[in-house]
């Protein structure tokens, strides 16, 4: 197959054309600053606010209470900071879950070292926190409870209907990191008791560098970026009208065709993961086998080292990933897989790969058949694999 194979969507997506198409006259035809007064202004403008209601119908929330930020992090950095700012007379103590990504993680590590407490919920072996540990987890000063809504690395759906409301009948406020759920799998922040939600356009087939803050009217949460008046004056900076535009023609095709694009490619995913755990042994997989996200597969492969994999399978022209393209860079194996109760020799060797509507039945097989020869070719140099075969010859004699 000559052409590249790309199952890593997680990280990043193609933009699509029609996206692209949407955008192109706000680059060069309609390019007035929206918060301007004057007519030729008045096109960007209303394109913004035409975005701005199509995201909001999309997760059943008001227009008024979409912000467009410039990414997911930035949303999630809002959404934690803010809100201990804004309510740390009531309290200092946020509730959050040990697989989060690192936008949160780190953000919580900040809020540490300015004499915020967090708790970080452990989570099953399949990393689904439980509802009753958020619950115990609650005090008097609690005040916000932070969970993603499904995982970035092996793709589990958490239980975010019941933190809400659990969050609720506690006056607490709840967040969820819906970065790569948004678009993926139906979301409403009524149903589901959701005070504020961070989503990415670039996780949805739109362009990067946007992003969305969903903050629930009466959250009474103040600006991160300050500056000018814009967003109604919780979010400064001139608006990124074509980005703005592009992240609204995603969702409204992410709404067309959600179920369509669900049903597709939960067929690929269940044989792709059908595929592996039948054909390469001392495989696993990562994650909840049905309450995942229709796109996942995560692997751990035993005696292999996941950057190797890597690169054979980039050289075969696949393109996957060994976790959250954000910590790509790192040795350590990933805190999602040590968190589900993995150990470091197995985490090191995973593998994350996540398709779209585009992938074919045909590119899947693809894939399985050259991970094979490429994960049989690393164990042949492997002295542990080895050493683990001998072993089990001898208790088989």
């Avoid at 007519?39 to 701005?52: I, Y």
Wanted: hydrophobic share 35%.
């Amino acid at each position: 197959m000559d052409k590249v194979i790309y199952m890593d969507n997680a990280a990043t997506t193609q933009t699509y054309p029609e996206v692209v198409e949407a955008m192109t006259p706000y680059f060069t035809e309609y390019y007035g600053n929206p918060s301007s007064i004057y007519s030729f202004a008045g096109e960007s403008k209303k394109a913004v606010e035409d975005a701005r209601k199509t995201i909001a119908d999309f997760i059943g929330a008001k227009p008024e209470e979409i912000y467009f930020t410039g990414g997911g992090s930035e949303s999630d950095n809002w959404a934690l900071k803010a809100t201990a700012e804004a309510y740390a007379s009531k309290g200092k103590h946020i509730i959050t879950s040990s697989i989060e990504h690192h936008a949160i993680l780190h953000t919580c590590e900040y809020l540490e070292r300015n004499g915020y407490e967090i708790t970080y919920l452990d989570v099953d072996e399949y990393g689904t926190v439980n509802p009753e540990d958020v619950e115990k987890a609650i005090r008097p000063d609690t005040i916000l409870i932070s969970v993603m809504t499904a995982n970035n690395e092996i793709g589990t759906i958490e239980p975010i209907k019941e933190i809400g409301e659990i969050a609720k009948k506690h006056g607490v406020l709840f967040h969820t990191d819906a970065v790569q759920a948004l678009g993926h799998i139906p979301i409403n922040v009524d149903d589901m008791n959701i005070d504020m939600l961070s989503a990415s356009g670039h996780k949805i087939n739109g362009p990067k560098g946007i992003g969305i803050m969903y903050i629930r009217k009466g959250v009474k949460i103040g600006s991160f970026i300050h500056g000018g008046a814009q967003e109604r004056k919780r979010r400064a900076g001139t608006h990124n009208v074509p980005g703005i535009v592009g992240i609204g023609k995603a969702v409204e095709l992410a709404a067309k065709n959600m179920e369509s694009r669900m049903e597709k490619e939960t067929k690929l995913r269940n044989h792709l993961i059908e595929r592996v755990l039948a054909e390469i042994p001392y495989s696993r997989l990562n994650g909840h086998r049905e309450n995942r996200l229709p796109n996942n597969a995560n692997f751990c492969f035993r005696f292999i080292e996941g950057e190797s994999m890597l690169i054979l399978l980039d050289q075969n022209g696949v393109c996957g990933s060994s976790g959250s393209a954000c910590t790509s860079g790192s040795l350590d194996p990933s805190h999602v897989l040590l968190a589900i109760g993995l150990p470091h020799e197995i985490a090191h060797g995973s593998l994350r790969l996540t398709i779209s509507e585009k992938n074919t039945m045909e590119e899947v097989d693809y894939t399985v058949d050259k991970l094979k020869e490429i994960i049989e070719r690393l164990r042949s140099m492997s002295p542990l694999y080895e050493d683990f075969v001998k072993k089990e010859k001898k208790e088989v004699q």
